[in-house]
C-alpha cells in the first residue's frame, strides 16, 4: 500500500488524476482500450477536477479509448439523482466537448415491472441485474485500475461492515439489498473481482474520513472491506488529504 497525500482537495484530485493517465499509458503501451471502473458518492467532483479542469491533464486523457464500468451502482434509474453512472455522466462525461468515453451501465430494462415502475418485489430480479452486469464486464474480469471510495464506516463499493457479501468467494458482481446506506438495493462488485485488478487506487477526503482511516492504517486486525480491499496482493494506493490523515501514523508521500 501507498499513501499519497495533499494539502487540500485540489491537491488530491491533481494527483490523482496524474496516476489515472499514468495508468491509461501504460495500459494502451499493449492494448487499444484503458479499462478502469469509477465509484460513486464524492468521486464524480474529484475526477472533473482532476481530469477536465486542469488543461496540462486533460490534454493527456485519451477518453475514447477508456471503457468505464461502475464499481457499484445503486438499482434506481439511470437518471436518477442516487444513479452512479448518472452522477458519472453528469458531472463527467457531459463535460467533455469532444472525445468521450464508453461508459458501461447496468441494464434498467431489468429493474422495471410491467407497467415501468421500479419493481423491488423480486430478490431473483435483482441478482439477475447483477449477473448480466458481469457478463458485460472485460472477458478476463482484469481492471486496468479501479477506483474506490471510502465510506465513513469503512464501506467500499457497497461492500459494508460485516456483511455476508465479504465472504463471496465465486461471483464477480453481486446484488445487495440491504445495504445500511440507502438506498437498499444495489450490486456491486465483490472482492474476488477487484482481487484481479492490476491495480487500484482510494480516494478519501476530509476529517470524517480520519477515525477510519486511522482504523484501516494503524489497526491489523481490522475487518473492514477497505482494509480487506487495501490488503489484497496487488499495488494499492490511497490518495487523501491531510484531514483524513489527522490521527494516523501512517508514512505517506506526494505523487
Ligand atoms: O454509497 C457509496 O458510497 C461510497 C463512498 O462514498 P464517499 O462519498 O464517502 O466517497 C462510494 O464509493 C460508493 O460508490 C457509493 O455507492
Redesign the pocket.
Known amino acids: 500500500m501507498v499513501v499519497y497525500t495533499s494539502a487540500d482537495s485540489a491537491g488530491v484530485a491533481t494527483s490523482v488524476a496524474k496516476y489515472i493517465v499514468n495508468a491509461q499509458l501504460n495500459a494502451l503501451k499493449t492494448k487499444k482500450t484503458f479499462t478502469i471502473a469509477?465509484?460513486?458518492?464524492?468521486?464524480g467532483k474529484v475526477l472533473k477536477a482532476g481530469l477536465i479542469d486542469s488543461p496540462e491533464i486533460a490534454s493527456q486523457v485519451q477518453w475514447d479509448k477508456w471503457n468505464v464500468y461502475?464499481?457499484?451502482?445503486?438499482l434506481v434509474p439511470l437518471d436518477h439523482e442516487d444513479s452512479?453512472y448518472g452522477l458519472f455522466i453528469s458531472l463527467v462525461v457531459d463535460h467533455l466537448k469532444d472525445a468521450k468515453p464508453s461508459v458501461h451501465p447496468i441494464d434498467v430494462s431489468l429493474l422495471t415491472g410491467e407497467n415501468g415502475q421500479v419493481d423491488g418485489s423480486d430478490a431473483a430480479k435483482d441478482e439477475s441485474i447483477a449477473e448480466a452486469y458481469a457478463k458485460v464486464l472485460p472477458s478476463d474480469g482484469v481492471f486496468d485500475l479501479i477506483l474506490?471510495?471510502?465510506?465513513?464506516d469503512g464501506?467500499?463499493?457497497?461492500l459494508f461492515p460485516g456483511h455476508a457479501l465479504l465472504e463471496e468467494k465465486s461471483r464477480s458482481v453481486a446484488s445487495i439489498r440491504d445495504?445500511p446506506?440507502p438506498p437498499p438495493r444495489?450490486i456491486?462488485f465483490t472482492l474476488p473481482l477487484l482481487a484481479k485488478a492490476e491495480a487500484i487506487a482510494f480516494?478519501?477526503?476530509g476529517a470524517g474520513?480520519a477515525p477510519v482511516l486511522e482504523e484501516i492504517f494503524n489497526d491489523p486486525s481490522s475487518k473492514l472491506p477497505c482494509k480487506i480491499v487495501t490488503d489484497l496482493d496487488l499495488p494499492v494506493s490511497w490518495f487523501v488529504n491531510d484531514a483524513a490523515l489527522q490521527g494516523t501514523n501512517v508514512i505517506s508521500s506526494k505523487y
Open positions: 469509477v465509484s460513486g458518492g464524492s468521486m461502475l464499481s457499484d451502482e445503486r452512479n474506490l471510495g471510502c465510506g465513513p464501506h467500499t463499493c457497497s445495504s446506506k444495489r456491486t480516494i478519501a477526503e474520513k
